[in-house]
């Protein structure tokens, strides 16, 4: 394998910030059509539409399945391709971002409500298939594998996969905090705002997907194996079963994604279920009046101790000595504690204070 780096290719400008600020772009981008799929896929599905939860749950697992495949076929083809002009990887950046784009957008359309079964369930299918197994693996593995080739340096491509974990986190939380309040009114979902929503979000990715694509530089060249040197998939499968180190990356990667798309069902029912769109996360958190709240009610309030009427604890006796515990000083309490200022008082039968 014969590498040229950035000392041989002078044309290209050294690698800095545009460089880890369009890289951030990408998983943002990314996580545009991804976290509306693994937030909101359940519940538009089952509250909007009308399918099965059965259905639509089966539908997540066997995608899954089937990414294991696709993943690997992706990684062979972009591997096996002659690079084009701009790169490597940045041509499939140009030639997927408003395919997945597309796909995304159209998955979550409200006009199909009121067509058969059938025919709502095989949208949900083939959209679904087409955006996550077919179109994202397109553009999301040749773009984890650009680091490689942006710069031959490991410190640089650790910056690089810190930047990109800072674009995943930006969209989460841009989509978890400002998305339900639109979509979600009430215990209910708003279908129009929520296609409308699928729209602007796939129209953003589309722009974050050309920031990347405009502000970073493939300045490592990899040249293309010799046909005989290169592995099979069968080989590759067969080395899954046997190197036991990569079998537990892989099933932890897949226990990790399962767990995340769960956590993501899970918020948005809570949300449209629990909290509806009055409510907010400060008041769940923090309780209505900024106290520390509860899971009893909505608001975070508790229902056996309303926060609005508190009465003060009774001043202090004037004397500094307190009686002792005794059973036959009138003290009730299973704990014998005395009668005195700080006992509740339901827990004293004589009233002794």
Known sequence: MTISTTAERTT???????????????????????????????????????????????????????????????????????????????????????????????????????????????????????????????????????????????????????????GAQVAYLAVSSFLPPLVFNGKNVDAGRFGL??????ALAVVFYFVLYFNVEERVHVAQKPAGERQSIGALLASLATNRALLALVVAALLLLLGNLFNGTVASFVWLDYLGRRHHLRDLLLGPQGRPGRLDRPGGASPSRPSATRRPPPAAPPSSRRRKPSRASGCSSPWCRPCSWWAPPSRCSSGTR
């Open 12 to 166: 290209v400008r050294p690698f800095g910030w545009r460089d880890k600020i369009g890289y951030a772009f990408g998983d943002l981008a990314n996580d545009m059509t991804f976290m509306i799929q693994a937030f909101f896929l359940m519940v538009y599905f089952t509250k909007v539409i009308g399918i099965d939860p059965l259905h639509v749950g089966g539908l997540i697992a066997a995608v899954r399945v089937l990414d294991a495949f696709t993943d690997v076929g992706m990684g062979i083809l972009v591997d096996r391709l002659k690079p084009a002009r701009d790169g490597k990887f940045k041509p499939w950046i140009r030639r997927i971002a408003v395919p997945v784009a597309l796909a995304a957008a159209l998955l979550f359309q409200p006009f199909i409500a009121n067509w058969a079964y059938g025919a709502r369930l095989a949208w949900m299918v083939v959209f679904y298939i087409l955006w996550g197994s077919v179109f994202y693996t397109a553009i999301n593995i040749p773009y984890g594998s650009m680091a490689s080739v942006i710069s031959d340096r490991a410190d640089q491509r650790a910056e690089l996969s810190v930047w990109r974990s800072t």
């Open 197 to 202: 929503a699928a729209i602007v979000m796939a």
